[in-house]
Nanobody, 121 residues
Framework: QVQVHESGGGLVQAGGSLRLSCAAS????????MGWFRQAPGEEREFVAS????????NYADSVKGRFAIARDNAKNTLYLQMNSLKPEDTAVYYC??????????????WGQGTQVTVSS
């Protein structure tokens, strides 16, 4: 099973940008569609974006469409999330995981520690 480690979060002012990275271990990274999820305090974890195994298809939550861009480098086993025009409501811990549609792929349990994104107004 793929294991993941997220990085790149931080504190940024509204309107700013951040680039998150997700380093995946295991030779099966290219077998999976991958995605980003986020969880704000007191909220359920929600889907942010996903990308198919080759990088040819992407999908975004309406709340981030046009501001965020997901990408992957299969040679480096790394997933990215470029976040632009950040808003205070984007504040959350961001996680990466294999996906099926907009859901976490069934059976995945190797969550990373996530990376905190805080957007100040």
């Amino acid at each position: 099973q793929v294991q993941v480690h997220e990085s790149g979060g931080g504190l940024v002012q509204a309107g700013g940008s951040l680039r998150l990275s997700c380093a995946a271990s295991g030779r099966t990274f290219t077998n999976y569609a991958m995605g980003w999820f986020r969880q704000a305090p007191g909220e359920e974890r929600e889907f942010v974006a996903s990308i198919n195994w080759s990088g040819s298809r992407t999908n975004y939550a309406d709340s981030v469409k046009g501001r965020f861009a997901i990408a992957r480098d299969n040679a480096k086993n790394t997933l990215y999330l470029q976040m632009n025009s950040l808003k205070p409501e984007d504040t959350a811990v961001y996680y990466c995981a294999p996906t099926t549609g907009t859901r976490v792929r069934g059976g995945f349990e190797s969550w990373g520690q996530g990376t905190q994104v805080t957007v100040s107004s």
